[in-house]
């Protein structure tokens, strides 16, 4: 089904049909405005931004691009199509048909995830406020506005399915997923990495890169939920979400190459007194950005993880193409935990370690962009190599939280921590001046901050000179 966009709400899941449903989320939608304006992109209200909309879930219709106010973004809820033979591919209720209302038993959990999953998305635009202050250039103010409206929309999908099949308790949780705030003492928002701030464009690409890449897996899993209307959901929001891992990695790669080009022509390692981002300091960003990451996929051994699969509410990632018998009661899985303060090789029943096989989809991917900003590394003639940190390193979710860890996997007691701690996460020194060179926002068209070099393309084959914000 296409896109209405006559209606105030644009939706493809013929809203006008359920005048309950759609006064509901009229009722919402001017907190939802309110909020933006008060927590959105500070100061943007008034910018024309070359955006793009989805018009239809199809793949031909999502990506439509023109100038838009950001208030007047078309947010709104957008599934990807129904398949009506798609059975639940795993658990107790493998083979049965996919459920297009909410089995009674499976209520509060299902709410739980939605409202989990919901509460990332306000909470990254929240972190994400002041960076258009900083800008090192239109190209990449476009594609924070970009990020930022997405996840916008990313909430409301997760609020149509609260209001749509939650009843009150539903609408109270929309409600608390615009009052709980990052960072906020009294109120923060649900997960870890989401109170962290994201204060400079450094961070702003290692969280696009990490973070956002934990949104793929987790809402990957979530599009094999046989709660069939959230997996749809969350269909569509995947299409959305490579975009932003793009710009994650993208933006770290063009820091590497400005880095590397200003090493090779000085013949100095030393960057920093030319205004750029060194490469042990991009080592150190990445480090804390992949270990707070890592935190977002819960316990290693996790009861509710091994419920929500059996119950057929979260799958693994791309659960169909795994060769098993996906009900995995009689597999084991081998993985690393802790006894007696060491890390140890563990066999355990697969059941429970859902969590951690989630997260090994995850390492592996996020080792490729690693080979490619080493590859503008190695390419420049220096012999630093970027690391994945040991994934037992700085955790505070999980078995690993109890020990200190090197980003080698070397289990240290806490004076060998404090020691060298500052090796290896950012120093207040670091963070001070990485913000030093975010000088205020670079906003001639085609041109570039100093410490990051020009993407290789523009976005939708645009000139390297396009004016992708007009600022007034
Ligand atoms: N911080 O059994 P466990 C995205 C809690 S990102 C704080 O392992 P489970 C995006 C946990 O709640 C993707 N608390 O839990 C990216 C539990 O509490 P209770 C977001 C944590 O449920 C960028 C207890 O510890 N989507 O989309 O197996 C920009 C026991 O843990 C944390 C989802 O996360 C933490 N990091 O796993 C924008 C999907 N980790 O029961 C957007 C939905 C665990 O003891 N969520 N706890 O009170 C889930 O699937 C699961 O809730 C989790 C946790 C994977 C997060």
């Not at 709400?9 to 509901?24: E, G, K, Y």
């Not at 439509?64 to 106010?69: D, E």
């Not at 409206?149 to 749509?164: D, I, N, Q, S, T």
């Not at 490619?372 to 979710?397: C, Q, T, Y």
Request: charged share 25%; proline share 5%.
């Amino acid at each position: 089904m296409s896109i209405d966009y006559m209606q105030r709400i644009p939706n493809n899941v013929d809203l006008s049909s359920d005048r309950r449903l759609q006064r509901a989320l009229e009722n919402w939608q001017p907190r939802f405005l309110d909020w933006w304006k008060d927590m959105g992109p500070d100061g943007a209200l008034n910018y024309d931004v070359y955006l793009r909309t989805a018009i239809s879930a199809e793949a031909n219709g999502w990506a439509n691009f023109g100038y838009v106010k950001m208030p007047d973004y078309r947010w709104g809820i957008f599934l990807a199509g129904r398949d009506p033979n798609r059975t639940i591919a795993y658990g107790d209720n493998k083979g049965k048909p996919a459920w297009q209302e909410v089995p009674g038993e499976l209520r509060s959990t299902l709410r739980r995830l939605i409202v989990t999953q919901g509460d990332t998305e306000p909470a990254s635009v929240e972190q994400q406020r002041m960076l258009g202050k900083t800008a090192p250039s239109l190209y990449d103010l476009r594609n924070v506005f970009q990020i930022n409206c997405e996840e916008g929309r990313h909430l409301w999908a997760m609020v149509y399915l609260l209001h749509a099949y939650f009843g009150r308790d539903g609408r109270e949780e929309a409600e608390m997923l615009l009052e709980r705030h990052s960072g906020d003492p009294d109120k923060p928002r649900i997960l870890g990495a989401f109170n962290e701030k994201t204060p400079d464009w450094l961070s702003f690409f290692m969280f696009t890169y990490f973070t956002d890449r934990d949104g793929k897996y987790q809402l990957a899993s979530l599009a094999e939920s046989g709660f069939d209307p959230l997996a749809r959901s969350c269909r569509f929001m995947l299409i959305e979400e490579a975009h932003h891992m793009y710009v994650g990695e993208s933006g770290v790669q063009r820091i590497v190459q400005r880095t590397c080009d200003l090493m090779k022509e000085h013949k100095t390692q030393d960057v920093r007194a030319l205004g750029a981002i060194d490469l042990p300091t991009l080592q150190k960003y990445l480090n804390f950005h992949f270990s707070v990451s890592l935190d977002l996929f819960g316990q290693e051994a996790s009861s509710n993880a091994a419920n929500y699969f059996t119950m057929g509410v979260k799958g693994r990632y791309l659960e169909t193409r795994i060769e098993d018998d996906h009900v995995l009661t009689s597999s084991t899985f081998d993985m690393d935990g802790v006894e007696d303060g060491r890390i140890v090789r563990k066999t355990v029943p697969a059941l429970s370690a859902l969590n951690e096989r989630l997260r090994n989809d995850y390492v592996e991917d996020c080792a490729k962009g690693l080979r490619l900003w080493n590859k503008a590394i190695a390419d420049s003639g220096s012999d630093f190599e970027l690391k994945l940190p040991h994934r037992a390193f700085n955790r505070r979710i999980g078995a690993f939280a109890e020990l200190r860890v090197s980003p080698d996997g070397t289990v240290l007691n806490e004076a060998e921590w404090k020691a060298l701690e500052h090796k290896w996460l950012p120093t207040d020194e670091d963070r001070a001046y990485v913000t030093s060179l975010m000088g205020p926002a670079v906003t001639e068209p085609g041109k570039f901050a100093n410490w990051i070099a020009p993407p290789q393309r523009g976005i939708n084959n645009q000139p390297a000179n396009f004016e992708y914000v007009r600022l007034s």
